[in-house]
């Protein structure tokens, strides 16, 4: 419970500083913005790999496939920086190069889950041997 009083309590004064200098330094607004969401993204890291180890435990108590595994936790990390970098472009008044980001990035992570929709494919037609030719 403190560690979301403290994210609010970063991004509300981040806030109010940021409206306060925007009407006399508008680039030091932007990099008020860049450290109140580095800090919060520290702060979620930390709880981040609580959840990886309690998934990596559950991973090794039954038959999924470690790699996947990987691969999941590695898009949700793509994700989660992906949506803080378009964040500040668009902070920044940036949103063509936001949107560049956005579409970089999910072409990666489509490129990163070829292999579970292969396997997964795989496992649809080992389980409906009607749809071979």
Do not use: H, R
């Amino acid at each position: 419970m403190t560690d979301v009083i403290k994210i609010i309590g970063i991004g509300l004064l981040a806030l109010i500083i940021i409206v306060i200098l925007k009407q006399y330094k508008l680039e030091f607004a932007i990099y008020v913005s860049m450290i109140a969401g580095v800090l919060i993204l520290v702060l979620s890291i930390q709880k981040l790999t609580g959840i990886i180890n309690l998934l990596q435990s559950l991973a090794n108590k039954t038959y999924i496939n470690k790699s996947f595994l990987s691969i999941l936790l590695k898009i949700t990390g793509i994700a989660f920086i992906t949506e803080f970098a378009v964040s500040i472009c668009s902070d920044a008044g940036e949103k063509a190069i936001a949107s560049k980001i956005e579409i970089g990035s999910k072409v990666i992570i489509i490129a990163m889950s070829i292999p579970i929709i292969t396997s997964l494919l795989e496992l649809v037609i080992e389980i409906l041997p009607w749809i071979k030719k």
